[in-house]
Antibody, heavy 118, light 107 residues
Framework: QVQLQESGPGLVKPSETLSLTCTVS????????WNWIRQPPGKGLEWIGY???????NYNPSLKSRVTISVDTSKNQFSLRLSSVTAADTAVYYC????????????WGQGTLVTVSS | SSELTQDPAVSVALGQTVRITCQGD??????ASWYQQKPGQAPVVVIY???NRPSGIPDRFSGSSSGNTASLTITGAQAEDEADYYC??????????FGGGTKLTVL
């Protein structure tokens, strides 16, 4: 059974860069779509972007200028970097595995809360 | 950009049938997936594709689609079905979009 686990700082200062890593166990990262999704407190889900195992990426147009998703197949991990954060970026951040359909998220991490505050 | 619209809240009496809808132009070309999210938990996919249920999802959950509208139906709602439900889909550029979510209350 595939499992995903997010890790990274829980507190980031405004204007700095948020960095998170998702470690995949129970399966290889060398296939499928690997996604980041976030959920501000009390609000709905927002797709941030994905990286395909081949390395191609696609980002939410509203975040594209600030987002980078990368993959490290040797560690079975993929990562998110979100630059120039503000309080509006405070959210629970989830990593999730897609399938052959980039919008079908069959496996999710438990999520990690990242707070943007000085 | 693509958008998916859901009713913010829906209620259903215990044991009755409820339909949750999701509207958007991308649904004319791509199927929606449906996710159930309970407080403090990650979402779980309950329906995907034409009408597919992952292993472990009760058969009271079903999906359908017509035109620009996708629907999630719960036939014989149970107390444990009380949750937030989100639809999502993709567009022609491969972007993914979520609906705003529907809070289901089981009375």
């Amino acid at each position: 059974q595939v499992q995903l686990q997010e890790s990274g700082p829980g507190l980031v200062k405004p204007s700095e860069t948020l960095s998170l890593t998702c470690t995949v166990s129970g399966g290889s990262i060398s296939s499928y779509y690997w996604n980041w999704i976030r959920q501000p407190p009390g609000k709905g889900l927002e797709w941030i972007g994905y990286i395909y195992y081949s390395g191609s990426t696609n980002y939410n147009p509203s975040l594209k200028s600030r987002v980078t998703i990368s993959v490290d197949t040797s560690k079975n991990q993929f990562s998110l970097r979100l630059s120039s954060v503000t309080a509006a970026d405070t959210a629970v951040y989830y990593c999730a595995r897609g399938s052959d359909n980039p919008a079908l998220f069959q496996h999710w991490g438990q999520g990690t809360l990242v707070t943007v505050s000085s | 950009s693509s958008e998916l619209t859901q009713d913010p809240a829906v209620s259903v009496a215990l044991g009755q049938t409820v339909r949750i809808t999701c509207q958007g132009d991308s649904l004319r070309n791509y199927y929606a997936s449906w996710y159930q999210q309970k407080p403090g938990q990650a979402p779980v996919v309950v329906i995907y594709g034409k009408n597919n249920r992952p292993s472990g999802i009760p058969d009271r959950f079903s999906g359908s689609s017509s035109g620009n509208t996708a629907s999630l139906t719960i036939t014989g709602a149970q107390a444990e079905d009380e949750a937030d439900y989100y639809c999502n889909s993709r567009d022609s550029s491969g972007n993914v979009v979520f609906g705003g979510g529907t809070k289901l209350t089981v009375l």
